[in-house]
């Protein structure tokens, strides 16, 4: 079975073809990354653009790959994005066990959460269920108890921006299988099986926007989109030092650093200045102009976990950050000295194939909604339903990290 996860970014559009084996190995086939210049803080901006790069990076997948996309896993970003987690409640008659059927009917009333007109939900994922006041429960289907309750994380999006973003991937010929927002994409992409026993922090830096999710046990239980990115700190460098954007660019990824204790003191920058003339700025200088920004970002998202679920320190494990501006080096440093907490960079893994291909940063969401495809449980959107209940059964339960995401998966819909 083949799967496209289409990725739009604000600085690059992604596509990845994935391979789903019979035997559940996902193995990367193609790949194909152009530059982005349609989308503003991860919103599209330019449709024909848009259009454009979307079907440059799906013809350079499909040349590696050897096959041909029809339809794409869509990630959709930008701090349009609204989540919130919402409370349903089902009444169990007495004497029956909970049923399936008793489950939709408390995850429905969650999905009835009043959202803005403006927004279009996007996801209803599960996090835990309560029967009669006992928390922590994982699938209470079979269990006894006249009360059944559920917190469900919902994901919306808007729909002006959405429209868009539908229109310029309709306009390069592609099918939609599936909105996924890309807060959840770059967790599956780069959470490993260990990190499903934890609550991860997982940041996603990109170009124009950073995602903010937290993941607990595995499931999404906070997501938030920051309108900050790499390209602010870009940004900063070039009105600071007067220099045009692509030379502030090439310098930040030369010679950037997040502390200044990490450039060497020694190392003073020739830049080329807007009008022509030559400029230096010491290594360390360069590391103070791009710090304030990082940190911003960060307090950003520390505020944003804060107030959905409390002192960040306190309720999460490990911190992943991941994007393309991951790489900024000492990113992961600072974060630690701002968090507390123990932080790592967040490559995609688990998968087989084109693999030094895609273990970037810059991939994460791209790779996570190949993983999302692989996970969805029947492709033909007909007879959906009736199917899903057949190979639900059939799925060995609680095998692995993957097994489960899949179980949770299979809920959604
Ligand atoms: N080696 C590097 N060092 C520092 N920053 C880098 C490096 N490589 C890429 N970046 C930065 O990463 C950002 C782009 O990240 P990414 O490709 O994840 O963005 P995107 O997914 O297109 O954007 P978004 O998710 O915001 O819509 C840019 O700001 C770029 O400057
Ligand atoms: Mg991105």
Redesign the pocket.
């Known amino acids: 079975m083949i799967i496209a996860g289409l ?8 596509t990845v073809i994935g391979e789903l084996a019979p035997d559940g190995v996902l193995d990367i086939i193609g790949e194909g ?1 152009v530059p ?1 210049q349609g ?1 503003k ?2 919103v599209v901006v330019n449709l024909e653009r848009t259009t454009e790069a979307i079907r440059q990076s799906v013809h350079q997948a499909e040349r590696v790959a050897g096959v041909k996309v029809e339809r794409v896993m869509l990630g959709v ?2 701090p349009h994005l609204r989540s919130v987690t919402s409370h349903g409640l089902a009444a169990i008659r007495r004497g029956q066990s909970i049923s399936e059927a008793d489950v939709e009917r408390a995850i429905e009333q969650a999905k009835a959460y009043p959202f803005d007109a403006e927004l279009e939900l996007l996801h209803a994922l599960p996090l835990e269920f309560k029967v009669d006041g006992q928390e922590g429960i994982r699938d209470p289907v079979g269990m006894a108890g006249v009360r059944l309750e559920v917190d469900v994380h919902l994901v919306a999006a808007g729909r002006g921006p959405l429209a868009n973003l539908r229109r310029a991937v309709e306009e390069a010929g592609l099918e939609i299988e599936a909105l996924v927002a ?1 807060t959840l994409a770059s967790g599956l992409g780069v959470l490993s099986p260990e990190e499903e026993h934890m609550t991860v922090l997982l940041l ?8 903010v999710a937290v993941f607990r046990e595995g499931r999404l239980a906070h997501s938030a989109v920051l309108p900050l ?6 940004q900063d460098i070039a009105q600071l030092l007067k220099i045009p954007f692509e030379e502030a ?1 090439r310098v ?3 010679y ?1 650093a997040a502390l200044p204790e990490l450039a060497d003191p020694e190392l003073v920058l020739e830049i080329n200045q807007e009008g022509g003339s030559l400029g230096e700025v010491p290594a360390p200088e360069l590391a103070r102009i791009i710090r304030p920004r990082l940190r911003e970002i960060l307090h950003l998202a520390r505020q944003s976990v804060d107030e959905a679920m409390g002192p960040l320190e306190i309720r999460v494990n490990r911190v992943i950050l ?8 000492g ?1 992961d440093l600072l974060a630690r000295q701002q968090y507390g907490l123990p932080v790592r960079l967040g490559k995609p893994q688990g998968v087989s194939g084109l693999t030094d291909v895609v273990a970037t ?5 791209a790779v996570g909604l190949v993983r999302y495809g692989s996970t969805l449980p029947v492709r033909a959107p007909e007879p959906r339903r009736a199917q899903r209940r057949e190979k639900k059964e059939e799925a060995p339960r609680g095998e692995g990290f993957w097994a489960r995401l899949k179980e949770i998966l299979n809920n959604l819909f």
């Open positions: 990725d739009v970014g604000t600085s690059k559009v992604t990354t982005s989308l803080r991860g970003g930008g890309q996603d830096i990109g170009g124009g926007t950073t995602d990115g790499g390209d602010h700190v870009t660019e930040k990824r030369k950037g991941t994007g393309g501006a991951a790489l900024l080096r990113f940063p810059g991939h994460a969401t």
